[in-house]
C-alpha cells in the first residue's frame, strides 16, 4: 500500500514533457519509508521539426502507455481534450449508456486535496490527508 504520492513538475518544454512522479513506499518491516520516482513521459507531435500536426499523442509511465488522446488527429489542445472528453462522458451518462463521468465524492477528495497542497505550500509543513465520510 501505498503511503503517499508526489509529483514534481519538472516540465522541459520540449515536444515530449516529462514529470518525475514519485511514490512514498513503507519498508515491509516497518522501518523507515523509501523515496522511489518515476517518470511520467508526454508524447507531442507538431513542434520543432516535426510535420505530423500538432497534437498530444499519449502519456507514458514506466514504459507503458497510461493515456491515450481519444481526439487525435483534431488538433484540439490539452484544455480541450479535456473538455471534449468530459462532454462525451456526460452525453452517455445523461443518455443511460454509462456511468456518471466525475461523481460528488471524487470531487469533493480532489478539492480536499488541493486544500491540503495549498495549506502545505503556505505552512511549509507536511500536510496529511485520509479518507472522508464522503468518498464511501
Same mark, same amino acid.
Given at each position: 500500500?501505498?503511503? =503517499? +504520492?508526489?509529483?514534481? #513538475?519538472?516540465? !522541459?518544454?520540449?515536444?515530449?514533457? /516529462?514529470?518525475?512522479?514519485?511514490? %512514498?513506499?513503507?519498508?515491509p518491516n516497518?522501518?523507515?519509508?523509501?523515496?522511489?520516482?518515476?517518470?511520467?513521459?508526454?508524447?507531442?507531435t =507538431? +513542434?520543432?521539426l516535426? #510535420?505530423?500536426? !500538432?497534437?498530444v499523442?499519449?502519456? /507514458?509511465?514506466?514504459?507503458?502507455? %497510461?493515456?491515450?488522446?481519444?481526439?487525435?488527429?483534431?488538433?484540439?489542445?490539452?484544455?480541450?481534450?479535456?473538455?471534449?472528453?468530459?462532454?462525451? +462522458?456526460?452525453?452517455?451518462?445523461?443518455?443511460?449508456e454509462?456511468?456518471?463521468?466525475?461523481?460528488?465524492?471524487?470531487?469533493?477528495?480532489?478539492?480536499?486535496?488541493?486544500?491540503?497542497?495549498?495549506?502545505?505550500?503556505?505552512?511549509?509543513?507536511?500536510?496529511?490527508?485520509?479518507t472522508?465520510?464522503?468518498?464511501?
Amino acid at each position: 500500500m501505498l503511503n =503517499g +504520492l508526489y509529483v514534481m #513538475l519538472a516540465k !522541459n518544454l520540449r515536444p515530449s514533457a /516529462s514529470y518525475t512522479c514519485g511514490y %512514498v513506499l513503507p519498508l515491509p518491516n516497518g522501518g523507515p519509508t523509501t523515496p522511489v520516482e518515476s517518470r511520467l513521459l508526454r508524447r507531442q507531435t =507538431g +513542434l520543432d521539426l516535426n #510535420l505530423e500536426g !500538432n497534437d498530444v499523442e499519449h502519456i /507514458s509511465f514506466d514504459g507503458r502507455v %497510461v493515456y491515450r488522446n481519444p481526439f487525435r488527429g483534431t488538433r484540439l489542445s490539452e484544455d480541450d481534450v479535456a473538455v471534449a472528453d468530459l462532454l462525451e +462522458l456526460t452525453g452517455a451518462w445523461a443518455r443511460g449508456e454509462g456511468p456518471e463521468p466525475y461523481p460528488l465524492a471524487e470531487g469533493l477528495q480532489d478539492h480536499r486535496l488541493s486544500l491540503a497542497i495549498e495549506e502545505s505550500v503556505a505552512t511549509g509543513r507536511v500536510v496529511a490527508t485520509g479518507t472522508e465520510a464522503w468518498a464511501g
